[in-house]
């Protein structure tokens, strides 16, 4: 239901822009989570249904853009001058309606299988 695409590798200062199909989940509030090797997942960047309300951690803000085309049913997570701390697992989630805590794994109903990224020094 949810398909993400677009990792590879990548030399630090480099980009790369993730892709998120989400079939049938046009008008649903969308997240992006990593996990690098050894840690948790963690929360990346969301992008409300409408797309008119983004929200970024501080160590990806300025460099990482999230957006999206409902038209598509796609969602797209811009990354820019990429560091090697940026390595990890990309995942897409999704949510029909968020209670607010949208940085929190459970507030998603619908995950995607995750896309790699790696960031070479």
């Known amino acids: 239901q949810l398909q993400a695409s677009g990792g590879g590798l990548v030399q630090a200062g480099g980009s790369l822009r993730l892709s998120c199909v989400a079939s049938?989940?046009?008008?649903?509030?969308m997240g992006w989570f990593r996990q690098a090797p050894g840690k948790e997942r963690e929360f990346v960047a969301r992008t409300s249904s409408s797309g008119g309300s983004t929200y970024y951690i501080d160590s990806v803000k300025g460099r990482f853009t999230t957006s999206r085309d409902n038209a598509r049913n796609t969602v797209y997570l811009q990354m820019n001058s990429l560091k090697p701390e940026d390595t990890a697992i990309y995942y897409c989630a999704a949510v029909r309606f968020t209670s607010g805590s949208y940085y929190r794994e459970s507030e998603y109903d619908y995950w995607g299988q995750g896309t790699l990224v790696t960031v070479s020094s």
């Open positions: 049938g989940r046009t008008f649903y509030n």
